[in-house]
């Protein structure tokens, strides 16, 4: 995990978890802009493939949808 120590990893999101498409060590929240370690990715939208940094991020993308 080194080589890929702050770089933006692109995962596809599934119903009960993510398959990483290209290395990184974190993602970055869709509505706030903040990084996320991927070990700490609780919240994500599989309809709209992006992560969220907590259950507020996720309520808030999904109350603008």
Request: charge should be negative; charged fraction near 15%; hydrophobic fraction near 45%.
């Amino acid at each position: 995990m080194l080589m890929n120590a702050g770089r933006e990893a692109r995962l596809h999101y599934l119903a009960n978890g993510f398959r990483v498409l290209t290395g990184g060590d974190h993602v970055v929240c869709a509505v706030s802009g903040v990084a996320i370690p991927l070990d700490e990715l609780r919240y994500w939208s599989v309809a709209r493939q992006q992560p969220y940094a907590s259950a507020v991020e996720a309520t808030q993308a999904e109350q603008t949808a």
